[in-house]
């Protein structure tokens, strides 16, 4: 009796190996789910984008390798750093989270200006 409550047997460590292995799962499929959301924007976003500014952007695939991962890149990481930032920041202080993070990456991150009005920045 002693035994089992100071040693835990090998059930218990199973038990927490599948629960470790389980959060990972779970953060894993919220990577996964955050990259395909971001992938299916980005599929709607770029060809209306490429409308818009069609005269200063010129879109053709050179390298299909790049072509390929660096949208898978870039969809990774805001999912990856979503989820690193709701797990860090406490329940009560995500709404500052917002407005100290997320409002100043849409509107001083420059997706408002065409690319033939930056280059009068020179």
């Not at 917002?98 to 100043?104: D, T």
């Amino acid at each position: 009796m002693i035994r089992g409550r100071l040693l835990p047997d090998r059930g218990e460590r199973q038990g927490e190996k599948r629960r470790l292995r389980s959060v990972l799962e779970l953060a894993i499929e919220k990577v996964v789910a955050g990259t395909v959301q971001t992938l299916a924007a980005g599929l709607v976003v770029i060809p209306i984008g490429w409308l818009v500014l069609r005269p200063g952007v010129d879109l053709s695939v050179h390298r299909p390798l790049v072509f390929v991962v660096v949208p898978l890149l870039v969809a990774t990481f805001p999912a990856a750093g979503g989820l690193a930032l709701g797990c860090t920041v406490n329940q009560t202080h995500i709404g500052l989270m917002f407005a100290l993070l997320v409002a100043p990456m849409l509107f001083l991150g420059c997706p408002h200006y065409p690319w033939s009005m930056l280059a009068n920045f020179r």
